[in-house]
């Protein structure tokens, strides 16, 4: 039952990625290829969002929803690490046409072939839990 609050949260993230249409394989690939603004303004409204949610974190010093307080890491200066991760995050993103949130999405939305993605992303992210140690961090 403690649970109810983040399916709730999950139904609303779905409606709103259905209803912007960021679950389109078509918008995302007008989006690689600069011909459509739609995700550049989904994408950064998200990005405004989250500066805004992350200045009032620290401001009111908000806690998690176990009651633990929300630190936030120093950032890294080490920029091939980000280059060489973002250009992997983005060739799958672009080869699958969708990012992990509406991966999840489109099964929900009957686009069953879309369990394939979620099932290697999900192998992905296992594998680099096991290498974890042995990459340039």
Not at 3 to 16: A, R, S
Not at 58 to 85: H, T, V
Not at 111 to 122: D, E, G, P, Q, R
Request: aromatic share 18%; with cysteine.
């Amino acid at each position: 039952m403690k649970l109810i609050k983040f399916l709730i949260v999950g139904i609303l993230f779905g409606i709103v990625m259905a209803k912007s249409q960021a679950l389109s394989w078509y918008r995302i690939q007008e989006m690689f290829r600069f011909q459509n603004f739609h995700m550049y303004g989904i994408i950064g409204t998200a990005v405004f969002l989250g500066v805004i949610g992350t200045a009032l974190i620290k401001k009111f010093n908000w806690k998690d929803y176990q009651g633990n307080p929300i630190n936030f890491a120093p950032k890294e200066k080490s920029f091939w690490r980000y280059l060489i991760g973002g250009s992997i995050f983005g060739l799958g993103w672009a080869l699958s046409g969708a990012c992990p949130g509406p991966m999840v999405v489109n099964i929900g939305y009957g686009y069953l072939s879309f369990t394939i993605v979620v099932l290697f992303a999900a192998i992905g992210t296992y594998l680099y839990g096991v290498f974890q140690n042995k990459l340039p961090h």
